[in-house]
């Protein structure tokens, strides 16, 4: 099991940035991909970008590729997710959530997931 803590939301202007920081402890992180998924009010739970621990892989959702990039921190055990060019439209709360040896396209739904945070809120005004 791992524990997973996420920060660094907040309420921006659209065009503005964000980077999400996703701190993660426990066991066999060595086997785990770990990924960010948001949920806004009245919607269901949706894959944004998910990174293999040894950074290897990365993938994304078509509508956030080019504007969010996903990547580690190795000294902290840390998974980022900076957002660039932030829409209306990407308001929600942002989970980071873990999972073992998983592929594309299982990785891409949040059933796949044992392991969460609390979750942290990204709010875009125009």
């Known amino acids: 099991q791992a524990q997973l803590v996420e920060s660094g939301g907040g309420s921006v202007q659209a065009g503005d940035s964000l980077t999400l920081s996703c701190a993660v402890a426990?066991?066999?992180?060595?086997?785990?991909?770990v990924s960010w998924f948001r949920q806004a009010p009245g919607k269901e739970r949706e894959f944004v970008s998910g990174?293999?621990?040894?950074?290897?892989?990365?993938y994304y959702r078509d509508s956030v590729k080019g504007r969010f990039t996903i990547s580690r921190a190795d000294a902290k055990d840390t998974v980022l997710l900076q957002m660039n060019s932030l829409k209306v439209e990407d308001t929600a709360v942002y989970y980071c959530?873990?999972?073992?040896?998983?592929?594309?396209?299982?990785?891409?739904?949040?059933?796949?997931?044992?392991?969460w945070g609390q979750g942290t809120q990204v709010t875009v005004s125009s």
């Open positions: 959530a873990r999972t073992l040896a998983s592929r594309d396209p299982q990785l891409r739904f949040w059933r796949t997931y044992s392991d």
């Open positions: 426990g066991r066999t992180l060595g086997m785990s991909i």
């Open positions: 990174i293999t621990w040894n950074g290897a892989h990365t």
